[in-house]
């Protein structure tokens, strides 16, 4: 029993000792299959995309302004209008009556106005002039017989006294002669204005009275203010139209706008008449845009800048109200060194590098300053040169100075994410 014990133990340590150890790990590969690519000088373009709506270029909502019941309409939805076409016409006879009225009070008012400027003087100013002429023929006399006894002072045929009391009267005539011509004066000047005024102020009130029926029975006859397309008809023939609430509604949809709200970061980059592009959903072509609108100040409640882009729609293909995405080129950069960018490894510091391969077919991490990107390739503003040539797949985790063997990457595939 023993000997078979001593016999086994043995076979059973090898067994044992066979058990509890490992294989060796295998060996790292000295060479590692990497794709490449050369660092390329091209154009490139930094791009800030955003969602909104599209509205037209222009919209007017028609409201009239009198309550009345819709006699007729001229138009329907999706009609298209020019500017100053008649839409729709309130009932307004009442108002056409008062116009009729108005031109009878006119027309009486000019005939009054035109008797008075035509018409003599009044009495008081008639009898002004009579008195004016009596003391005129007074004046006259009183300076004859002045004359005459002067004359004969002269000649020692008559008294002093009877000489001054003809100068005396003279005087006299005289003095009232000024009167009635003043009094006369003061008569036409108030008298006649006082008519004048009273007469044109009665016409000028017709005149405003009759322009004023006219507007009335305008405002009963809706036209529209721009050209463009009935966009909404709110009520039918017969139903009341109120003051205030629109009745018609016409959009100028020749071009259309998209307003974005764009972080000021990237607003920063944009400036007025730079070029966009608005993709529609379903629509393989993007529609070429401009920006003509770019607002100073940020929104107060979201603390973004609104951007209206603008593009021309004469097929009216663009409907109002759809929502689209909107591609904006804020910098075109035309001779940049552009790498893949899944070729730029970032640290967690933020740092930025790629992996260069060297004579020694050796790949070293080289660090880089980055600039705009594009459709999976990005901008490298310092760090390398054209024609340099670098890991464009498989650069993650390769550690420093490692044996590579260079498998070019064409460049449809140049920018696809690792």
């Known amino acids: 029993m023993q000997n078979v014990t001593r016999a086994a133990f043995p076979l059973t340590f090898l067994l044992l000792a066979s058990c509890g150890s490992s ?11 990497v794709q490449t690519i050369q660092v390329k000088q091209e154009s490139i373009s930094a791009i800030v995309t955003a969602g909104g709506i599209l509205y037209p270029l222009h919209q007017a909502d028609i409201s009239p302004k009198i309550s009345a019941p819709v006699r007729e ?11 100053g076409q008649l839409l729709a016409v309130l009932e307004n006879e009442d108002l056409a009556a008062a116009v009729t009225a108005s031109e009878g009070a ?5 005939a009054h106005y035109t008797t008075v400027v035509s018409t003599t003087l ?15 023929a007074n004046l006259k006399a009183q300076q004859k017989l002045y004359d005459s006894n002067l004359w004969l002072y002269q000649q020692h045929a008559l008294a002093r006294k009877m000489l001054d009391q003809s100068e005396v009267a003279l005087t006299s005539a005289q003095s009232q002669y000024l009167t009635a011509k003043k009094q006369l004066d003061n008569l036409r000047a108030a008298g006649r204005s006082e008519q004048l005024n009273a007469a044109k102020g009665q016409l000028e009130s017709a005149r405003g009275q009759h322009l004023a029926a006219i507007a ?5 006859k809706l036209r529209s203010p721009i050209d463009g397309v009935v966009a909404d008809r709110a009520v039918y023939p017969g139903e009341m139209a109120s003051a205030a609430t629109p009745l018609l509604t016409i959009m100028d949809v020749s071009k259309v706008v998209v307003r974005l709200h764009i972080p000021q970061s990237k607003a920063a980059l944009l400036k007025l008449g730079d070029p966009a592009t608005i993709h529609v959903p379903g629509s393989p072509n993007g529609v070429p845009a401009k920006i003509t609108v770019l607002s100073p100040a940020l929104d107060p409640n979201s603390t973004t800048v609104q951007i209206w882009v603008e593009a021309s729609n004469p097929q009216h293909n663009l409907s109002p109200g759809t929502s689209v995405e909107v591609s904006l080129i804020a910098k075109v950069v035309p001779d940049a060194l552009v790498v893949p960018t899944a070729a730029v490894l970032t640290a967690s510091s933020g740092t930025t590098s790629v992996m260069v391969v060297k004579s020694d077919s050796r790949a070293y991490r080289q660090s880089v300053t980055t600039g705009i990107e594009e459709n999976g390739k990005v901008q490298i503003v310092s760090g390398l040169n054209a024609g340099e040539e670098i890991v464009a797949k498989g650069a993650y985790g390769l550690p420093d100075g490692t044996k590579i063997r260079s498998e070019p990457v064409s460049s449809s595939s140049a920018g696809d994410k690792p």
Do not use: C, K, M
């Open 23 to 33: 294989p060796p790990p295998p060996s790292a590969p000295s060479v590692v299959a």
């Open 73 to 83: 309409f001229y138009v329907q939805r999706g009609d298209h209008v020019h500017r």
């Open 106 to 110: 006119l027309d009486q008012a000019q």
């Open 122 to 136: 009044p009495e008081q100013i008639q009898t002004a002039e009579l008195n004016l002429q009596n003391a005129e």
């Open 216 to 220: 009335q029975l305008n405002y009963s």
